[in-house]
Nanobody, 124 residues
Framework: QVQLVESGGGLVQPGGSLRLSCAASGRSFSRYVMGWFRQVPGKERELVAA???????HYSDSVKGRFTISRDNAKNTAYLEMNSLKPEDTAVYYC??????????????????WGKGTLVTVSS
């Protein structure tokens, strides 16, 4: 069993930056594909970024070049560095861990573990 706890959300002005963290408990963190998803009311949860156990990364077109996913296996933590934030980035951001997902299709066939989410609001 893996528990995921997100932190780092908050209010930021357009053009600003935030770093989200996802602390994982449990065993074998390094073996999991880690992902960040986001959701706004009335819309489906969407994949923002994913990182394989081997370090490969995938980003949605809407965040490519602005967001960076990383992980520190020694600390059992995944991160999402968000720069040049836009109002349309406002959402609840969820951390996810899955043992078998491909990074480009993470979430399409279920997710093993979800965090409870952290709210990011981009507004002046």
């Amino acid at each position: 069993q893996v528990q995921l706890v997100e932190s780092g959300g908050g209010l930021v002005q357009p053009g600003g930056s935030l770093r989200l963290s996802c602390a994982a408990s449990g065993r074998s963190f390094s073996r999991y594909v880690m992902g960040w998803f986001r959701q706004v009311p009335g819309k489906e949860r969407e994949l923002v970024a994913a990182m394989s156990s081997g370090g490969g990364t995938h980003y949605s077109d809407s965040v490519k070049g602005r967001f960076t996913i990383s992980r520190d296996n020694a600390k059992n933590t995944a991160y999402l560095e968000m720069n040049s934030l836009k109002p349309e980035d406002t959402a609840v951001y969820y951390c996810a861990a899955d043992r078998w997902s491909a990074i480009t299709t993470m979430g399409r066939n279920g997710i093993d573990f979800w965090g409870k989410g952290t709210l990011v609001t981009v507004s002046s």
